[in-house]
């Protein structure tokens, strides 16, 4: 267990008897030391490094035995300053194993905004077989441990050098894997396909964690160069640009594309009558019966965190862009609300671009399918939802992945609410805007305080700070408290201003790095100016609860003074907004910042004002989750 810090204990360590903290809820987090890689500031150090691991790919994909057959040749470079002697890889096709963690422990279905993330491969039996695994045309000695593997190497690849060695391999595509890649009649979403490298850092040394469902990946940054071998009637989307256009693309289809690029409107590129007819979609030169029956489609990328793709002859495909950003949404034909899905993409790319950090890629490319939202670089797989504001928050959410952990890369296996919460935090107010002027555009931004009574559970809720696998209530402690914490912290105790230049900030400072927790939460005192510790021990590090109070309010005095007296009766400090009613029926609203709480957990306020107070109210726009709030309003 991470856990070290009970929540339990955190209440106790506040006494609410008027006297002094027995423990401080502002004292210092006690967080690794900084140093040259990662410093003081929250950012990369001088001495900054991390791996780079490149992949030459070439896959082909057998729609007959639902096979997929692939050799790799990985580069390695050792920027770290330490000789490894092995190497860490992922298998994560292995999950689907008889004897895989996942199948072992049959773990339930999370069930959540009525999608079901089943993270299991469904009765299906796979797995990789590895055909080998060579550095220079000899083998390398590795050994399997479910879904990774250790390459031991003859010689340490010594600080500063590189590597290249190559890996064959085959597996059976199951229809259904672990909720991130599958099939679904001939459509393919494919992700988590090849041996990928494990991350190597500072921090931990080789981030191998196994795969078993919660966390999703955490893989080094590098460039692809993949050429995907399929039946010629295939359309295929991937991450990366494709290399080959004049190829596997029809005049039409590149004229379109073109098109789409000045366009405001988006345009078809296969269109509905188009659809699933070779004869119409695919370059006469390759319709099927011609020669060899197949095509080479060739992506490159660079400096990306891993590399999905998806192929049916049957997606309709629209295209439109923004800013030189190709937007584009491929799915069948009927698929529910699809038709609006490009607008939806293209308003999330556009909003997140504007609000918080300009889209990395060339392209952002959404999939229809069955897989029920899953993101990788450039390419998000989502369903089709019969109400559109489901399908625009799934659209959004896994678009909102390119930022949160596509283009910052924190360790998804450990830190969920990194990249998840930090991604329904930017999500809720593109949703309001996308839906504005609806109820649910005016309900959705604060969603996550509607939904807290009945997901943090006072003796139930964990910590956020717990790594996926651990999480009970996936949900809430990884997408929604996380989105809440950052919504009070821009909104009640930094204001926008002085949270945007920060949240803003972190992006940029960890673009295609690796920060872990402590980086944040430095960089972000660094950049607000405020000391936050007290803030990400109550929401992160445990699950500290708020009920703020009041007392007392004494009479008006002969000088004019009434005495509020207001109380902070539990682990969780906040700033306080207090609205006073006047006696002559006026009223006015003071605010208090959290440094209030800085002596002890009652704070007295002389009200200098000669009128009778007749009703006091604490956080009268009901903006945060105070436990009890019948002890928030007081009445003469
Ligand atoms: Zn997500």
Redesign the pocket.
Known sequence: MLLSLSPRSEVLAQSTDGGAYSESPFRTLDLRAPNSVRNASGRPGNGFWQQEVDYVIHATLNPENQELIGRESIRYVNHSPDDLSYFWLHLEQNACQANSVSNSLKQPPLVFLGAIFDFSCQGFIGGHTLESVTLGGQNLRYTIFGTTMRIDLEEPLASGGEITFEIAWRFTIPPYGLARMGRDGTLYEMAQWFPRLAVYDDVRGWNSEPYIGAGEFYLEYGDYDVTLTLPSEYIVAATGDLQNPDEVLTGDQRRRLQRAMTESAPVAIITQSEAGDPSKTRPLSTAPGASSGTLDWRFTAETVRDFAFAASPDFRWDATSWEGVRIEALYRDGAANWEEAILMARESIKYFSEQWYPYPYSHATTIEGPIE?M?YPMLTFVPAMDAPEDLHWVVA??FG?EWFPMLVGSNERFYPWM??GF?TFIDLEGAARYFEGTDYGKSIEWNPLAIYAENAIASEEQPMILRAAEQSNLFWTA?QKPALMLQLLRHEVLGPERFDFAFRGYIEAWANKHPTPTDFFRFMKDASGMDLDFYWRQWVMTAARLDQAVVSVSGVSSEGRSEIILANNEAMVMPVEMKIDFEDGTHTTLNFPVEMWNQGPRFTYNLLDPRQVIRLTLDPRQRYPDDDRSNNTWIR
Request: aromatic share 12%; charged share 45%; no cysteine.
């Open positions: 939202g993101e959410h896994e992945h990249d998840e991604n997408y």
